[in-house]
């Protein structure tokens, strides 16, 4: 009749744990909102920066893609005990014949205006510069063309000009259809083609391109020296082909020859965002660590308003553990609402930000992920002490309070 | 007649300058199927006496035996133990949780049994068709009466079949006519074999009880057994 042990010890359910930490949450649903807004902001700002610089950056990848890490532009140094500018005029054939070379082509400022027609005065140039160029340069810069054909063989002697998608807008000309010329340096010049943007050599888009034959004869009158040599060189090569360029393009001084990568300047760019990025990343971990501090605050006032809950709790059987773990469970649903909310939020800036931007949405899994193991977590730092100080709470006194 | 509760020289103290000796060598023994009211003023140990038969604190010396089970020298978690299995609390303030329904409040009273939630209802069920509450069983305490909410807590103390049913002042926030109808439920969870003990403090209440326990200054002054009772022995 009198058994002398304690009976099976009182039990609750994982299924139960989240009922029971979710009753306060629903029971009082505004201020549930409201102290999600904290920590779904500073998610949201974490997950929008990733975002945002992951999209930018997939940007700047495509474009590098576009424009090949195996270009290379080589230009004649200046400036005193540089050199005069210029480079020698077998630079183009020269260096075609360093092995990993797949195109060489040259591109030279010949001081000239483009006007629509002889009645416009020589001082309204709309900013175009003229540029004498080889065939090959729409290959090698990996161009393309909006209408109409790039130089050729014949038409490079001609008086033909091709204009980069800037030039070709302020002159009015969308199209070469129309049988169009444009007035260079005394000669008309029939417009043949119009060049898309060019990501390898931005200064393409305001110029008006002629054969360096046509340039020799209708505009200089003399021949040209090459301004700027581009090379496109097999995979991998360019760093090779770097090195030996300063001595095959002008062996009599290697030293006023300077060679770049034109991906570097992007390549740098990048490296120049992320700058900002971790700086925004701070921000985004100031606002999380303002919105945990508000959870921690509800919850220790959630604790205080339900004393005789938890009391009633205790009376029914529920243990210490139990109480802890209901008001545990309460900061971190309230944490991680605000965290999937923060996420969606974040997600939604980044994908509106990157279509208006023209950019590819890129929202990375890590963000995503981190986003809300952050929420939870905050939650969990934030629920330790209301929960601890629930659990903490007599039966008697909890009881007594109302 | 085997005792569902003991209290054995029990002593409670509050430590304070002097300190205070709510509960002054207290025994009292309280057999299977007894209805018993502890009466007395506030300040008389009543309320301490109720904490400590259930088991919410502890006694500074003495034992409380419940169905043989000491629990003086017990852990706060086997403590817990023993309250979701051989104990139901009826409060006067009915501590029903808002916005929830009255089966599951009376659900609830088995929550901490680690019992299939499915399991629960049905018996909470069964508790609010005992207290005559089986079509309210969807409202939330907000739609209830006084008397139905105070009902409702009934069910709750009883749904996980405890040894002892205590009782705050169970008609304390009740007006007369209601409070009579918990006190006819009361009777008869009695008749049906609950142990039940009331605390009160309303002299009319407990005259009307088979046994009275007159608590005055932690003591225990009287233990009045109504003779007609077929309870008593």
């Known amino acids: 009749m009198s058994a002398t042990v304690a009976p099976p010890p009182s039990r609750l359910r994982l299924g139960d744990v989240l009922r029971v930490g979710s009753l306060g949450l629903r029971s009082r649903r505004l201020r549930t909102g409201l102290s999600t807004l904290g920590v779904a902001i500073g998610i949201a700002a974490m997950v929008g920066v990733l975002g945002l610089s992951a999209s930018s950056q997939e940007d700047l990848n495509s474009k590098i893609r576009a424009l090949g890490t195996n ?12 050199g005069a500018g210029v480079l020698p005029d077998t630079a183009v054939a020269m260096t075609s014949r360093i092995g990993p070379v797949t195109a060489v082509s040259s591109l030279t400022t010949v001081t000239a205006t483009v006007r629509r027609t002889d009645m416009i005065s020589e001082g309204i140039t709309g900013g175009i510069g003229v540029f004498a160029a080889d065939p090959g340069l729409l290959a090698t810069l990996h161009a393309s063309l909006a209408d109409g054909r790039f130089l050729d063989a014949a038409t490079a002697t001609y008086p033909a000009v091709v204009l980069g998608s800037t030039a070709a807008q302020k002159l009015g000309i969308v199209d070469v259809a129309d049988g169009l010329r444009v007035f260079i340096a005394g000669n008309w010049f029939d417009v043949i083609g119009i060049l898309d943007p060019v990501a390898a050599a931005p200064g393409l888009d305001r110029a008006a391109i002629v054969g360096l034959p046509a340039a020799e004869t209708y505009i200089v009158g003399d021949s ?16 090779m082909v770097s090195a030996v360029l300063p001595n095959t393009v002008n062996p009599a001084t290697p030293e006023e020859v300077q060679v770049t990568r034109p991906s570097d300047a992007l390549a740098a760019q990048e490296a120049a965002s992320s700058a900002f990025t971790s700086l925004f990343l701070g921000l985004g971990a100031v606002a999380l660590l303002v919105g945990g501090i508000g959870i921690a605050n509800v919850m220790v006032i959630a604790v205080i308003e339900r004393r005789t809950e938890i009391g009633l709790r205790r009376a029914l059987g529920a243990t210490r553990a139990h109480i802890r773990r209901q008001f545990l469970t309460e900061a971190v649903l309230l944490a991680g609402a605000g965290g999937v909310v923060g996420v969606l939020l974040g997600a939604l800036v980044t994908a509106g930000y990157a279509r208006a931007q023209d950019w590819q949405i890129v929202i990375p899994p890590v963000a995503i992920a981190g986003g809300l193991v952050a929420a939870i977590l905050i939650g969990g730092i934030a629920g330790l002490y209301p929960a601890a100080r629930a659990a903490r709470l007599p039966p008697t006194e909890a009881l007594r309070s109302n | 007649m085997s005792a569902a509760l003991e209290l054995v020289d029990v002593v409670k103290t509050y430590p304070g300058e002097p300190p205070v000796r709510a509960l002054d060598s207290v025994s009292l023994r309280v057999d299977k199927g007894e209805m018993v009211g502890i009466v007395g003023p506030s300040g008389s140990g009543k309320s301490t006496l109720l904490h400590i038969i259930g088991t919410l604190d502890r006694p500074t010396s003495g034992e409380v035996l419940l169905g043989g089970v000491a629990t003086a020298h017990m852990s706060d978690r086997n403590l817990s133990a023993v309250r979701s299995q051989m104990l139901g609390f009826v409060f ?13 409040n009376v659900a609830d009273g088995l929550l901490y049994r680690g019992i299939a939630p499915a399991k629960r209802r049905a018996a909470a069920m069964e508790a609010l ?11 939330v305490p907000s739609k209830l ?17 405890p040894q002892i049913v205590l009782a705050d002042e169970p008609t304390g926030n009740l007006d007369s006519r209601s409070g009579a109808a918990v006190m006819e439920l009361v009777r008869d969870l009695h008749s049906d074999g609950h142990t039940v003990i009331i605390i009160t403090h309303d002299r009319e209440l407990a005259d009307s009880l088979p046994r009275r326990v007159s608590m005055r200054d932690g003591r225990i002054e009287q233990d009045a057994n109504d003779l007609t009772s077929v309870e008593s022995v």
Request: hydrophobic share 40%.
């Open chain 2, 145 to 161: 009466s006084g008397g139905e909410r105070q009902r409702v807590a009934i069910a709750r103390a009883i749904v996980n079949r």
């Open chain 2, 92 to 104: 006067q303030q009915f501590f029903l949780m808002e916005g929830v329904s009255a089966l599951d």
């Open chain 1, 71 to 82: 270009l290379l532009e080589v230009q004649a140094s200046q400036g005193f005990g540089r």
């Open chain 1, 224 to 239: 040209i020296d090459p301004g700027t040599v581009y090379v496109r060189t097999e995979d991998g090569a360019a760093d």
């Open chain 2, 129 to 139: 068709d005992r207290v005559g509450l089986a079509h309210r069983v969807h409202h």
